[in-house]
Every structure is written in C-alpha cells, then in structure tokens.
Nanobody, 124 residues
Framework: QVQVVESGGGLVQAGESLRLSCVVS????????MGWFRQAPGKEREFVAG???????TYIDPVKGRFTVSRDNAENKVYLQMNSLNPDDTAVYYC??????????????????WGQGTQVTVSS
C-alpha cells in the first residue's frame, strides 16, 4: 500500500519560513519524480516545484529564489523549504509522485500518488 504523508504546515507571518516534509512508502522512491502542488481557496490546484529522479529541480516563477525542493532517497523523503513567505502563498500544499516522467512534469495528471495535504497560512 502506497502512502504519501506531508507535514510541516502551519500559520506564519509574512517574511517567515516553513519547511514542508513528505515521506513516501510502498514504492521504489528513486523511480519517481516528486512534485509539490498547492491549492488556494477558490483556485485550481497548481504546480509549485518538482524534483526529478536524479535531482534536477524546477519552480514556478512566483516562488523562484524563495522555495527550494530537495529529496533524500535514503529516507524516501522530499522537502520544500519556503522562505520569505507572503500571503499569496497561503494554500493547502500537496506532495505527489510521478512514475512516468523522466524529468519533471507540471501536470497534475502525471502524478499517481498524492498526500492528503498540509495547510500553509501566511498572515500579513
């Protein structure tokens, strides 16, 4: 049984930092690209950042320079370090696993395993 579990969300003030963690079990972790998505109230789920099987990374423009995605293959974990948070970053953040893309896909439909999400709220 595959499990994807995020943690690390919370309520912070603008300018502060959070580190999200995601642990995956039940798959061969190194065979999956991993992505972070977020969904704000009333908005569609959007790709935020991803990391390929071999550690390449990509980010959407609004988070470039502020967010860093990394993975620990020995621990089956992926992280999202979020610095200089602002209210526009408020959303539920999801971790997801993609078995087919050799690089990094920004498309939600290529990700087959998803976590339950962790809430990030940034106050101004």
């Amino acid at each position: 049984q595959v499990q994807v579990v995020e943690s690390g969300g919370g309520l912070v003030q603008a300018g502060e930092s959070l580190r999200l963690s995601c642990v995956v079990s039940g798959i061969t972790f190194t065979q999956y690209a991993m992505g972070w998505f977020r969904q704000a109230p009333g908005k569609e789920r959007e790709f935020v950042a991803g990391i390929s099987r071999i550690g390449g990374t990509t980010y959407i423009d609004p988070v470039k320079g502020r967010f860093t995605v990394s993975r620990d293959n020995a621990e089956n974990k992926v992280y999202l370090q979020m610095n200089s948070l602002n209210p526009d970053d408020t959303a539920v953040y999801y971790c997801a696993a993609d078995p087919t893309t050799r690089g990094i896909s920004p498309n939600y439909y290529t990700y087959v395993y998803w976590g339950q999400g962790t809430q990030v709220t940034v106050s101004s």
